[in-house]
């Protein structure tokens, strides 16, 4: 009897050992697509990714660098002070976005040019994304509001 309940123990044990290695399988099977990692414009060019990662990258969208092209496309640079990556983004972009505001994009970095999915801009006149004001603060780019 006492031989009975040992294997049933075990054997419940098993099953759930197996239960819970299986779906912590297909829980990252699922979200393999859905984990963008956040890289600033001098880690991107420090190590460029692959073409094809899917990655997040934010800054200010640098000055003068706002072109539109005669369809969709739009053409900027984004910087976080040490360096400034080219972006290209098919779309329309959001109401708040202008040169010299934070941003981030989701896309694939392709021969020297961020490939845009979706673009981000801040939603209103104070707030900039987390990743983006510790990108600036690394590179001592960042004020503080009410900095001069």
Known sequence: MKNLKKRRRIQVILV???ALVLSTGLIG????????????????MAEPPE?????RI???????????????TVLFSVTDGGASVKV???????????E???M?????YVDGVFQADEILAKHDE??????????????????ELGES
């Open 16 to 18: 759930a050992a197996v």
């Open 58 to 72: 934010g800054g200010l969208v640098e000055e003068g660098s706002l072109i539109r092209d005669q369809g969709e």
């Open 29 to 44: 099977y699922a979200m393999r697509d859905g984990i963008n990692f956040f890289r600033s414009p001098s880690q991107v």
């Open 88 to 98: 290209a983004y098919t779309g329309v972009l959001p109401d708040l976005f202008s």
């Open 126 to 143: 104070t707030y900039m994304p987390k990743e983006v004001v510790d990108a600036l603060k690394e590179q001592g780019v960042y004020k």
């Open 51 to 55: 073409p094809t990662e899917v990655f």
């Open 100 to 102: 010299n505001e934070g």
């Open 104 to 108: 981030v994009g989701t896309g694939r």
